[in-house]
């Protein structure tokens, strides 16, 4: 109560000041006015010192902007299948386009295939001789093995003889060489064997998981290129607009569908450059529009670092400073209620 009959105090002692104080001679309204706006200020510093705080809420004209999604494939191609039109709501992972996939889907089988002959390959190396090939060498040992019997008791049928006198030194030394012959040939069949049981030499080893890994990475990409010549959401959104029909040629990189997710929406209005620091990224702003049944909560995201001058078009309800920062605030319920191009006003407690 106290504070209220020093306000009235002060309010008269104002009122009175801003009569008595005008210049002699003075009959100019606008002069009366600014002689008023001046002559004020000590009343309001005396209030503050008093405690006594004017409401600082304030509001700004503003409009609703978005972030759009443009969807778009990373190959070129033919459009075949446009699966939405403008003013779908798409969930996640919704089929959207459809590009001509010929081409890559014969690279991806081919990609498949070369795959399929690398580790085909590597098996054969890992594995040694066909077990025919093994069996067949098998076969010649064991004959040499019967050679090398009989040759070995033709030896010690001569080597007695040739002690007794019978046989000369001659068929001895023939003897003794068809003997150490069929032991070479057992020896030589025997190391084939072992060496067709063996895999392949280690650098061919090597050299074939080399071409298996490099066809794996083939048909990995084969299988991306396949994958870009369909055009997915990436989250739940509204059709905002198609840019190509069926039957038109779509270049890499260029959007085919143009999508509006509702978390996209963003509230942009202009502070004047005399307010921008009583902003702060993170407050919060109600923001009010010509039919809302309820102000819409929002959290500013962004204030620009630069100042600009007023847009040309703003919808602004009286003359603001012509020096202004942009500031960007999110919606943090009821963002359904907001359409894009929408006039609001934005009010804010500032600091």
Same mark, same amino acid.
């Given at each position: 109560?106290?504070?209220?009959?020093? +306000?009235?105090?002060?309010?008269?002692?104002?009122?009175?000041?801003?009569?008595?104080?005008?210049?002699?001679?003075?009959?100019?309204?606008?002069?009366? +006015?600014?002689?008023?706006?001046?002559?004020?200020?000590?009343?309001?510093? $005396?209030?503050?010192?008093?405690?006594? !705080?004017? #409401?600082?809420?304030?509001?700004?004209?503003?409009?609703?902007?978005?972030?759009?999604? $443009?969807?778009?494939?990373?190959?070129?191609? *033919?459009?075949?299948?446009?699966?939405?039109?403008?003013?779908?709501?798409?969930?996640?992972?919704?089929?959207?386009?459809?590009?001509?996939?010929?081409?890559? &889907?014969?690279?991806? #089988?081919? +990609?498949?295939?070369?795959?399929?002959?690398?580790?085909?390959?590597?098996?054969?190396?890992?594995?040694?001789?066909?077990?025919?090939?093994?069996?067949?060498?098998?076969?010649?040992?064991?004959?040499?093995?019967?050679?090398?019997? !009989?040759?070995?008791?033709?030896?010690?049928?001569?080597?007695?003889?040739?002690?007794?006198?019978? +046989?000369?030194?001659?068929?001895?030394?023939?003897?003794?060489?068809?003997?150490?012959?069929?032991?070479?040939?057992?020896?030589? $069949?025997?190391?084939?064997?072992?060496?067709?049981?063996?895999?392949?030499?280690?650098?061919?080893?090597?050299?074939?998981?080399?071409?298996?890994?490099?066809? &794996?990475?083939?048909?990995?990409?084969?299988?991306?290129?396949?994958?870009?010549?369909?055009?997915?959401?990436?989250?739940?959104?509204?059709?905002?607009?198609?840019?190509?029909? @069926?039957?038109?040629?779509? *270049?890499?990189?260029? /959007?085919?569908?143009?999508?509006? @997710?509702?978390? #996209?929406?963003?509230?942009?209005?202009?502070?004047?450059?005399?307010?921008?620091?009583?902003?702060?990224?993170?407050? *919060?702003?109600?923001? *009010?529009?010509?039919?809302?049944?309820?102000?819409?909560?929002?959290?500013?995201?962004?204030?620009? /670092?630069?100042?600009?001058?007023?847009?040309?078009?703003?919808?602004?309800?009286?003359?603001?400073?012509?020096?202004?920062?942009?500031?960007?605030?999110?919606?943090?319920?009821?963002?359904?209620?907001?359409?894009?191009?929408? @006039?609001?006003?934005?009010?804010? !407690?500032?600091?």
């Amino acid at each position: 109560m106290r504070r209220i009959a020093i +306000a009235a105090v002060l309010l008269m002692l104002g009122g009175g000041c801003i009569v008595a104080c005008r210049r002699p001679g003075s009959t100019s309204l606008v002069e009366s +006015a600014d002689e008023a706006k001046a002559g004020s200020g000590w009343v309001a510093e $005396f209030a503050t010192a008093l405690g006594i !705080e004017r #409401n600082p809420a304030t509001v700004f004209s503003g409009y609703i902007d978005a972030d759009y999604v $443009f969807v778009a494939s990373s190959i070129g191609g *033919t459009l075949t299948n446009l699966a939405v039109a403008r003013g779908d709501k798409v969930a996640k992972g919704t089929l959207l386009f459809q590009l001509d996939d010929t081409a890559e &889907r014969a690279a991806r #089988n081919e +990609a498949e295939a070369r795959l399929v002959q690398a580790q085909a390959q590597l098996g054969d190396l890992l594995t040694g001789r066909r077990q025919p090939e093994v069996e067949a060498i098998i076969a010649q040992r064991t004959q040499a093995e019967a050679s090398l019997r !009989e040759s070995s008791a033709d030896y010690d049928r001569y080597v007695r003889l040739r002690a007794a006198g019978v +046989a000369s030194e001659q068929q001895l030394d023939a003897a003794r060489s068809k003997k150490d012959g069929d032991r070479a040939l057992v020896d030589e $069949f025997g190391a084939q064997v072992r060496a067709a049981r063996l895999a392949g030499r280690e650098e061919q080893v090597r050299a074939a998981r080399a071409a298996v890994e490099a066809a &794996r990475h083939d048909l990995a990409q084969a299988d991306w290129r396949l994958s870009q010549m369909i055009g997915t959401a990436p989250a739940d959104a509204m059709v905002v607009d198609t840019l190509f029909r @069926p039957g038109e040629m779509v *270049t890499a990189g260029q /959007p085919v569908i143009q999508l509006l @997710p509702p978390e #996209n929406l963003k509230i942009r209005f202009f502070a004047p450059e005399g307010m921008v620091a009583d902003i702060a990224v993170g407050a *919060t702003v109600r923001v *009010t529009c010509d039919g809302c049944r309820a102000p819409v909560v929002a959290a500013i995201r962004f204030i620009s /670092p630069r100042a600009e001058f007023t847009p040309p078009v703003i919808y602004s309800r009286e003359q603001r400073s012509r020096l202004m920062f942009m500031v960007e605030a999110r919606p943090q319920d009821r963002a359904d209620t907001l359409q894009v191009g929408q @006039p609001v006003d934005v009010t804010m !407690e500032l600091r």
